[in-house]
């Protein structure tokens, strides 16, 4: 089982992203999904979470401006940033609660993807 980030890049501030997380492998459910960043220098950070139900949170920083949502038959998480400003620039990772089955075993646990960089330029 893994997560899979996807989408970061490099974009010029008042600009636009999409990044993608898949899950992949023998998945029985995935309860609240979040997104991080982490930027050079600092600790990593929650930026947005959603619950199995689609309840939406955001970090006062992207409020208003980063929309979080997933397709659970595609168990898949998205975050769309707009507006980006040169502090959202940082190393974004994906994270989930996950049920799954492993070794023949079900394992419930906390999963992180790789990280994707979004870098905003002024």
């Known amino acids: 089982v893994q997560l899979q980030a996807s989408g970061g890049g490099l974009v010029q501030a008042g600009g636009s992203l999409r990044l993608s997380c898949a899950a992949s492998?023998?998945?029985?459910?995935?309860?609240?999904m979040d997104w991080y960043r982490q930027a050079p220098g600092k600790e990593r950070e929650l930026v947005a979470g959603?619950?199995?139900?689609?309840?939406?949170k955001y970090a006062d920083s992207v409020k208003g401006r980063f929309t979080i949502s997933r397709d659970n038959a595609k168990n898949t998480l998205y975050l769309q940033m707009n507006t980006l400003k040169p502090e959202d620039t940082a190393v974004y990772y994906c994270?989930?609660?996950?049920?799954?089955?492993?070794?023949?075993?079900?394992?419930?646990?906390?999963?992180w993807g790789q990280g994707t960089l979004v870098t905003v330029s002024s």
């Open positions: 994270s989930a609660d996950l049920l799954y089955i492993e070794y023949g075993e079900w394992v419930a646990s906390r999963s």
């Open positions: 492998g023998i998945i029985s459910s995935i309860n609240g």
């Open positions: 959603i619950t199995s139900r689609g309840s939406p």
